[in-house]
């Protein structure tokens, strides 16, 4: 490449122009996105434990009385039963997208095949790769090389205006594109992996500040204009990818939210059940008084598991979801000064 794609100072080359500032807390990314959902299922679960044990030692609540733990066991079984109900739901919307006529199953084919296709074409490659992690490395490598070829031909256009912020854009692009072959280099790199590179990566800037700026210069070269027009194409088959991806992850991490919750749902309806027969009359619990608060804590952490499955699965997929509900350059996530890019009415040059 003969457009140096690294600022001089060593600082990033890119200010804003193809990439949007991001700032999140690690931890709450965690949370949402990035922690295995079991994980924070027993997070949840460990908090709910802490907090009953803090009340009771606080005095706030007291687990001598049968009348009270009575009606909260009641109300867990209720509980668990509706959120049961609400999973058979969510699964039985998963399966109705799986069922399907031959000609719409045809159709549905023929479309991803019509995508891997126009990916063989664009990278030259025999095959689309078949594993996430490799098809969007190809296109990130596909959409970094467009993007190198952009930066010469604004260089050699000779168009000091354009060509500076074209080649200052076409480093943005690159560096997104290593930060994304940083994510699939590694040796464990996961589907999810390649789900969450293509969500961070901000295609839908990129896409606009190409847009604004092949159609702002009016003294570019039609070189230029043409390299402009295939990273373009770059970056549809890159969202192509983002929305599949979503698409097929999604209903997998549904389908094991309804198989946990399951699995969960009968101990946790047992746990609530048991928590009454420990009073087993009204003399008071069937156990030692001094462990009756913990059996009772404990209890009742287990049956809420299944809502802190809920919960974990919930976080995830509806971040993922917002994050990428967009269709095309809708930036839901721009503030309306951001960027260097001025689209008051009749300012087209």
């Known amino acids: 490449m003969s457009a140096d794609t690294n600022g001089d100072d060593g600082s990033p080359p890119d200010d804003g122009i193809a990439t949007r500032s991001r700032s999140r807390n ?9 922690g295995n959902r079991l994980y924070v299922t027993l997070g949840f679960s460990v908090a709910v434990f802490v907090a009953l044990r803090l009340v009771h030692r606080l005095g706030v609540v007291g ?21 049961v109900t609400l999973v058979v739901s969510v699964n039985q919307l998963i399966l109705s997208q799986e069922f399907s006529l031959a000609g719409e199953f045809r159709d549905r084919f023929d479309a991803v095949m019509s995508f891997r296709r126009d990916v063989e074409d664009a990278t030259d490659v025999p095959a689309a ?58 040796a464990d790199a996961t589907a999810f992996d390649a789900l969450v590179a293509a969500v961070e990566y901000d295609n839908e800037w990129q896409h ?37 991806f979503k698409t097929v992850y999604l209903q997998r991490e549904l389908t094991r939210f309804s198989q946990l919750t399951i699995l969960c749902g009968v101990p946790s309806i047992g746990a609530a ?23 009772v804590s404990l209890l009742v952490t287990v049956a809420f598991v299944p809502v802190g499955l809920l919960v974990a699965y919930v976080l995830r997929t509806a971040t993922l979801t917002r994050r990428t509900a967009a269709t095309g350059p809708t930036l839901f996530r721009k503030e309306p000064d951001e960027g260097p890019f001025d689209d008051a009415y009749g300012q087209r040059e």
């Open 63 to 83: 687990f001598a009385d049968a009348g009270p733990v009575s009606r909260l066991a009641g109300g867990m079984v209720a509980g668990s039963f509706s959120l």
């Open 129 to 186: 790769p078949a594993t996430p992690t490799r098809l969007l490395g190809l296109l990130s490598a596909h959409v970094r090389d467009r993007a190198d070829a952009l930066a010469d031909s604004a260089v050699e256009s000779g168009d000091d205006t354009g060509s500076e912020r074209t080649v200052r854009y076409a480093r943005g692009v690159i560096e997104a594109t290593r930060e994304v072959d940083d994510i699939l280099d590694g």
């Open 273 to 295: 059940v048991l928590v009454v027969l420990l009073y087993g009359d009204a003399s008071g619990p069937t156990v030692s008084l001094a462990v009756y608060p913990y059996a």
């Open 26 to 34: 690690r931890l709450v990314e965690w949370v949402l996105v990035d």
């Open 208 to 244: 606009y500040a190409a847009r604004h700026l092949r159609n702002d210069a009016s003294g570019s070269s039609a070189e230029t204009r043409r390299a402009f027009d295939e990273l373009l194409g770059a970056l549809r088959l890159f969202s192509t990818a983002q929305a599949h």
